[in-house]
């Protein structure tokens, strides 16, 4: 029996800083729990009036623990508001995964964990049935999303933006790739500037997505991309204690970005102070994510995702890490100049872990990468071989074995020496340097890491 979620959010109220939710749930497993992060919220955001209803309209009395919510019934209904005090954005919680609403009197803005889904979405989806309305939109008010209205993926519930502003228009265009179209948006936040002109937005998008559709196959993700840039004030650390970060985000359907104009907070979080340069930068990770990996919902927009039952560590390398690893080889390009991947990339890295010994993912990648490369092939060719066995037809990979995997069938089957796969699959940290010794030219200035 399918499950459905039909949810309704009404705005009428926005002008009492409150928005109003209702979500109906029917074949609900009775033992599962929903998912509130807002119940997190730590300031400007408040869950109030949380009630549930049976068949019939009869009172449940749901059971909160901290962003969890019990109600022990297959069918119900689920009413609450959230009163927002929030007029700018402050970014993303640092342990929730909420991304802060704010409104103001010409905007509305909500986010991931605003919506209340299923504990165990991923492994709910495939039976759930969504669909999402709108209500009390002000008078000449717009909506650009990430999250349209009517039928919805049960993979935008948990990660999604929904902003609603006066009379702005969003800029449009349309990538013809290798398998087809893909249309994007691209909607500034009210009030705000950025250092770039809609066409050379772009030329950027054009530059990444044929790069990666040139070194991995055609493109077989989400088909309709909306970018939200947001910008919110230097002080938003101050307002929020220091408890949320803002830089960006990938969902079904959209990209959200989400940094200050403050050079001292862009050189603390990314050692350079160019606002201009981060745009870029930002726009080529949230991308390389949609093409390759991501968040479980990657089934419904990107290459590769990971089961529930992959390991965290695992998770992270095949994910943000991998995203990283390839982006740079798009961008190649640093605030101030544009050195190669290796003193870019690598050299940093690798005096950061001879200051500081930790592990360090990307040179665990580095390195599997040059073993690949000493037998004839590369990085590349084994992302794209494990892409061909998962991605294609969208199903999760388990854990980092199947990279492994991969690797060793792009060399004839010849088996990974033991520290590359310790530090693939464990917490294991090689000896970076000396490992780095077996591969004469190793650190040659021409090296990228799209190339073969």
């Given at each position: 029996?399918a499950?459905?979620?039909n949810?309704?959010?009404?705005?009428?109220s926005?002008?009492?800083?409150?928005?109003?939710?209702?979500?109906?749930?029917?074949g609900?497993?009775?033992?599962?729990?929903?998912s509130?992060?807002?119940?997190?919220a730590?300031?400007?955001?408040?869950?109030?009036?949380?009630?549930?209803?049976?068949?019939?309209?009869k009172?449940?009395?749901p059971?909160?623990?901290?962003d969890?919510i019990?109600?022990?019934?297959?069918?119900?209904?689920?009413?609450?508001?959230?009163?927002?005090?929030?007029?700018?954005?402050?970014?993303?919680?640092?342990?929730?995964?909420?991304?802060?609403?704010?409104?103001?009197?010409?905007?509305?803005?909500?986010?991931?964990?605003a919506?209340?889904f299923?504990?165990?979405?991923?492994?709910?989806?495939?039976?759930?049935?969504?669909?999402?309305?709108?209500?009390?939109?002000?008078?000449?008010w717009?909506?650009?999303?990430?999250?349209?209205?009517?039928?919805?993926?049960?993979?935008?519930?948990?990660?999604?933006?929904?902003?609603?502003?006066?009379?702005?228009?969003?800029?449009?265009?349309?990538?013809?790739?290798?398998?087809?179209?893909?249309?994007?948006?691209?909607?500034?936040?009210?009030?705000?500037?950025?250092?770039?002109?809609?066409?050379?937005?772009?030329?950027?998008?054009?530059q990444?997505?044929?790069?990666?559709?040139?070194?991995?196959?055609?493109?077989?993700g989400?088909?309709?991309?909306?970018i939200?840039?947001?910008?919110?004030?230097?002080?938003?650390?101050?307002?929020?204690?220091n408890?949320?970060?803002a830089?960006?985000?990938?969902?079904?359907?959209?990209?959200?970005?989400?940094?200050?104009?403050?050079?001292?907070?862009?050189?603390?979080?990314?050692?350079?102070?160019?606002?201009?340069?981060?745009?870029?930068d930002?726009?080529?990770?949230?991308?390389?994510?949609?093409?390759?990996?991501?968040?479980?919902?990657?089934?419904?927009?990107?290459?590769?995702?990971?089961?529930?039952?992959?390991?965290?560590?695992?998770?992270?390398?095949?994910?943000?890490?991998?995203?990283?690893?390839?982006?740079?080889?798009?961008?190649?390009?640093?605030?101030?100049?544009k050195?190669?991947?290796?003193?870019?990339?690598?050299?940093?890295?690798?005096?950061?872990?001879?200051?500081?010994?930790?592990?360090?993912?990307?040179?665990?990648?580095?390195?599997?990468?040059?073993?690949?490369?000493?037998?004839?092939?590369?990085?590349?060719?084994?992302?794209?071989?494990?892409?061909?066995?998962y991605?294609?037809?969208?199903?999760?990979?388990?854990?980092?074995?199947?990279?492994?995997?991969?690797?060793?069938?792009?060399?004839?089957?010849?088996?990974?020496?033991?520290?590359?796969?310790?530090?693939?699959?464990?917490?294991?940290m090689?000896?970076?340097?000396?490992?780095?010794?077996?591969?004469?030219?190793w650190?040659?200035?021409?090296?990228?890491?799209?190339?073969?």
């Amino acid at each position: 029996m399918a499950m459905r979620a039909n949810f309704t959010i009404d705005l009428g109220s926005f002008r009492s800083e409150t928005v109003r939710f209702m979500a109906s749930f029917s074949g609900f497993p009775v033992k599962a729990a929903l998912s509130l992060p807002a119940l997190l919220a730590k300031t400007g955001v408040a869950v109030k009036e949380l009630k549930a209803a049976g068949p019939g309209g009869k009172e449940l009395r749901p059971k909160v623990s901290d962003d969890k919510i019990f109600t022990k019934a297959a069918d119900f209904t689920l009413t609450y508001s959230l009163k927002i005090s929030l007029k700018e954005s402050v970014g993303t919680d640092n342990e929730a995964e909420l991304l802060y609403p704010f409104l103001n009197a010409s905007e509305i803005f909500l986010g991931s964990g605003a919506l209340p889904f299923p504990e165990n979405l991923p492994a709910l989806a495939g039976s759930l049935r969504a669909e999402l309305r709108l209500a009390g939109l002000p008078p000449g008010w717009g909506v650009f999303s990430s999250i349209p209205e009517g039928r919805v993926s049960p993979g935008s519930i948990d990660s999604f933006f929904i902003y609603c502003s006066k009379s702005q228009a969003p800029r449009s265009y349309t990538y013809n790739g290798l398998s087809g179209k893909t249309e994007f948006a691209l909607l500034v936040q009210k009030g705000k500037t950025i250092p770039y002109r809609p066409a050379e937005i772009w030329k950027f998008t054009d530059q990444i997505m044929s790069t990666l559709e040139k070194s991995f196959g055609p493109y077989g993700g989400a088909r309709r991309i909306n970018i939200l840039i947001l910008q919110p004030p230097a002080r938003f650390g101050s307002i929020m204690r220091n408890a949320t970060f803002a830089t960006g985000e990938n969902v079904l359907g959209g990209v959200a970005i989400y940094t200050p104009k403050s050079p001292a907070y862009i050189r603390k979080k990314f050692g350079h102070g160019s606002y201009t340069y981060l745009l870029r930068d930002g726009l080529t990770h949230e991308l390389t994510h949609y093409y390759s990996t991501t968040a479980w919902q990657g089934r419904f927009k990107s290459l590769l995702f990971p089961s529930s039952a992959c390991p965290p560590l695992h998770k992270r390398l095949i994910g943000e890490i991998m995203t990283a690893y390839f982006h740079e080889g798009i961008i190649r390009c640093h605030a101030g100049g544009k050195p190669s991947f290796i003193s870019g990339k690598i050299m940093p890295q690798l005096a950061a872990w001879r200051a500081d010994s930790r592990k360090k993912p990307i040179l665990d990648l580095f390195l599997l990468d040059q073993w690949l490369r000493s037998k004839g092939s590369s990085l590349t060719a084994a992302v794209t071989r494990m892409m061909n066995e998962y991605g294609r037809p969208h199903r999760p990979y388990r854990s980092g074995t199947s990279l492994l995997r991969a690797a060793e069938a792009c060399c004839g089957g010849s088996p990974l020496p033991l520290y590359l796969s310790k530090a693939i699959l464990t917490p294991y940290m090689p000896d970076y340097a000396a490992a780095l010794k077996d591969f004469p030219g190793w650190d040659g200035k021409n090296f990228t890491p799209l190339r073969g």
